[in-house]
């Protein structure tokens, strides 16, 4: 799998246009500050990579492998590396370059964890850490999405009998319930698929609700009386990125809460009605990333003592020779069904 250059494997290379091929690839050479890995699982993240993939957000120039979250084995250390072993367990957030095997071209490789192969210095922010016991390594490679739920949950402050509201019931959705529920609040999610309403109350929260055209207080009252009593949610997270759901985050805030802008609503400018917010003199938060190392750790220890299912997500799970035809599907807007996927590596040629 290996030679003096790098190591040999396979990735999913990204074209434009939602062109997606698997090639042979070399990742940089083993510094005497990095580790080898040999991917086992890596996690897909339907809205930051395809929102990269059809422009809303720029991750830089074509051709590009995606993905930022996997777990995989140590193969190989560098001299000055003395916290991992060969054989370790890890789970990572990046690949520092990958290059074509065959013409020598480099690839754009932002996080480029869609790969059998990996070579990073695991020290910093976007390193890599051992996986803890009990977490297998499939649920282990969603890492992110749970941490950037509950980066976002510790830094509105959500504490103990707290109303929270949750809009979209995607991995970044369901990452804030499970957290909001561990801090001790009451929580309701608004998405339309039945099965993340389903995955949210089994994540605790007290109520799971398809939206209506016009969300309205009297039906979350409904399902948490607090909320009617106080005119609104303590905290409001908008968790879907769709610039047309904020406004209606808002005016789900009682006065004095909290907005919470948990999605990415990508490049350039956008809008929310001034007066909604300003009459009820909000506070707004501004979630970016997963909080790193800390949050990451918290969220699969939480998975390790069995405080949150996040296997429960994964409802796609892929051969690497798969992944062409799944990503031409969901770049298409043929994912409605998909939750969370992962990719199995294992088999990936190297």
Request: charged fraction near 20%.
């Amino acid at each position: 799998m290996s030679d003096s250059d790098g190591l040999r494997g396979t990735a999913l290379v990204a074209e434009p246009e939602g062109h997606f091929r698997l090639a042979e690839v070399v990742t940089s050479p083993i510094g005497d500050n990095d580790i080898g890995i040999r991917a086992l699982r890596s996690g897909v993240s339907i809205g930051t990579e395809f929102a990269v993939l059809t422009g809303k957000l720029d991750w830089g120039a074509f051709p590009i492998v995606t993905g930022y979250m996997a777990t995989g084995e140590v193969v190989a250390v560098g001299s000055n590396v003395g916290d991992y072993r060969v054989g370790d367990t890890v789970y990572y957030r990046r690949n520092d370059s990958l290059r074509l095997a065959e013409s020598g071209t480099a690839l754009n490789c932002r996080s480029g964890t869609h790969a059998s192969v990996a070579v990073l210095n695991p020290s910093g922010t976007h390193g890599a850490d051992r996986v803890p016991a009990g977490v297998d390594a499939e649920t282990a490679s969603m890492f992110v999405m749970p941490s950037v739920g509950l980066y976002g949950v510790d830094m509105a402050g959500v504490g103990v009998g707290a109303t929270v509201v949750v809009i979209g019931l995607g991995m970044i959705g369901l990452g804030v319930v499970s957290a909001a529920v561990r801090r001790g609040a009451v929580v309701i999610g608004i998405d339309p698929r039945s099965e993340c309403r389903a995955l949210a109350t089994r994540f605790g929260a007290a109520a799971a609700l398809a939206p209506e055209p016009e969300a309205t207080l009297g039906r979350l009252a409904e399902a948490v009386p607090a909320i009617a009593d106080a005119n609104g949610a303590d905290f409001v997270f908008e968790s879907t990125g769709l610039p047309g759901l904020i406004d209606t985050g808002i005016r789900l805030c009682r006065p004095f809460g909290c907005f919470i802008w948990q999605g990415n609503y990508g490049d350039g400018q956008i809008s929310f009605e001034f007066l909604e917010a300003h009459h009820r003199r909000l506070r707004m938060v501004f979630p970016c990333d997963d909080g790193y190392r800390p949050y990451r750790k918290a969220s699969l220890e939480a998975v390790a003592l069995g405080a949150m299912p996040w296997g429960e997500v994964i409802t796609h799970r892929l051969s690497c020779d798969e992944m062409p035809a799944f990503y031409a599907d969901i770049y298409a807007g043929k994912g409605d069904s998909v939750i969370g996927a992962v990719v199995n590596w294992e088999s990936a040629g190297s």
